[in-house]
Structures are given as structure tokens and as C-alpha cells.
């Protein structure tokens, strides 16, 4: 069963307006980490912000927040005064295994943000 | 150079070629992951080591042979692959132990004819 959900497989913003890229999860341990990667056209997986599920504020870091509601089991990414650098695909992941195991990735199918002028 | 770095970028090989990818990362991380991101389809882990030692094997056919000499440095060696191998493989690092990020590579972007 598929635990990351992106619904958007594509979205479209204007130059300085602010996005939400929407992202589900599920999962039946209350210990787990979500986070967001940007992978431009060249292949890299960039990380962009990370969120606990402890944590008790959201994420923040620069321009991007993480817009975290533990009941409804959703994190999704708001990226403000969007820039046409922010192109991307978008890739929201959640943290499974432990510590001894190491902390492997499940990843949503990406939502194709476009930033117009 | 930093970070995590992947040779080749590009490979095209044949169904009966051997081929290995190189992953290196300059982090001093302990933990080092192959993913394969396969068109339409959300990145799949393959392999995960902790120190050297493989601790997850995601039901990678036996095609797909990772190594890991040193904590720096993971192999994943090609033989007999399909067309249906053709994807980014991607390597990722990270402190084993530690909720942090893995750092990714540029991948390398494999076709297989």
C-alpha cells in the first residue's frame, strides 16, 4: 500500500506568489519523520525541510514551510514568493526503520511545479 | 569536493554487459542507500548499509549486486540486466542513528538496450 500520497502530479504559479504542494501519509508509528526534496531537471535530490512527528511547531526554513496537521495525517509544502529557480519536481518522503537498521526513504510519485513570469 | 558524487552520470549498456556504478560521499556519513527512480513511478529503495554491512535488501533481483568497501564508497555492479532496468539510480548518505536528511547524489542515468 502506498504510504506517501502527492495528489498534484502538476501545478502552476506565478512569479512571487506563494504554492502548496499537498502531500498525505500513512503510517502506524507514532515515532516517524517527513520530509521534502526538490529534484530539478538535472537529477539531484536536494533537501529542502524536514518535520518530526513530535515536533510541536511546523517547520520552517527560508522560504519554505511545512504545513503539518498529525490528524488528518498530512504535510504538505507552502513555498512563498515563488521563484523561477523554484522549478522543479517536488518529492515529499517519509522516514521508515530505526537506528540500527538506518533511516530509509518512502517517497511520494512527485508533484512538476512551474513557476511562470 | 563535497558532498555525495556518482560516476558515471550516463550508461548505456547491453542486456549481456557488466557494468558498475560508483557512489562516493565526503560527508563522513556511516550510512549510504541505492535507490532506482524509474519514470512515473516514486523512487524505490534497493539497498541500505550501515557501516559497511547491508542491512536492508528491498527484493532487488540478483542482477543488482551492491558493495561496500568502506564507509565512503558504494558499488552497485550490473550483469545481465533489462530493458525494464533502464531508470536514475540514485545513492544517498546519512548518519545512522540520527533523524536527519539524506544527501543525495546527481544519480546516474542508466539505459539498457
Known amino acids: 500500500a502506498q504510504k506517501i500520497t502527492q495528489t498534484q502530479p502538476g501545478m502552476f504559479v506565478q512569479e512571487k506568489e506563494a504554492v502548496t504542494l499537498d502531500c498525505t501519509y500513512d503510517?502506524?508509528?507514532?515515532?516517524?519523520?517527513l520530509f521534502w526534496y526538490k529534484q530539478p531537471s538535472s537529477g539531484e535530490m536536494i533537501f529542502l525541510i524536514y518535520q518530526g512527528s513530535y515536533d510541536q511547531q511546523n517547520a520552517t526554513e527560508g522560504r519554505y514551510s511545512l504545513n503539518f496537521q498529525k490528524a488528518r495525517k498530512s504535510a504538505n509544502l507552502v513555498i512563498s514568493a515563488s521563484q523561477l529557480g523554484d522549478s522543479a519536481m517536488y518529492f515529499c518522503a517519509m522516514r521508515e526503520g530505526n537506528s540500527n537498521s538506518g533511516y530509509a526513504l518512502n517517497f511520494g510519485k512527485g508533484t512538476s511545479l512551474l513557476v511562470t513570469p | 569536493e563535497t558532498g555525495v558524487t556518482q560516476t558515471p552520470r550516463h550508461l548505456v549498456m547491453g542486456m549481456t554487459n557488466k557494468k558498475s556504478l560508483k557512489c562516493e560521499q565526503h560527508?563522513?556519513?556511516?550510512?549510504m542507500y541505492w535507490y532506482k527512480q524509474s519514470a512515473k513511478k516514486p523512487l524505490e529503495l534497493m539497498f541500505v548499509y550501515n557501516f559497511k554491512e547491508q542491512t536492508e535488501n528491498n527484493s532487488v533481483p540478483s542482477r543488482f549486486s551492491p558493495e561496500c568497501p568502506n564507509s565512503s564508497h558504494l558499488f552497485l555492479h550490473l550483469h545481465t540486466l533489462q530493458p525494464e532496468d533502464s531508470a536514475l539510480y540514485l545513492c544517498?548518505?546519512?548518519?545512522?542513528?540520527?533523524?536527519?536528511?539524506?544527501?543525495f547524489g546527481p544519480g546516474t542515468r542508466l539505459t539498457v538496450t
Open positions: 560527508l563522513g556519513h556511516n550510512a
Open positions: 503510517t502506524s508509528d507514532p515515532s516517524y519523520g
Open positions: 544517498a548518505s546519512s548518519n545512522r542513528g540520527r533523524e536527519v536528511e539524506q544527501y
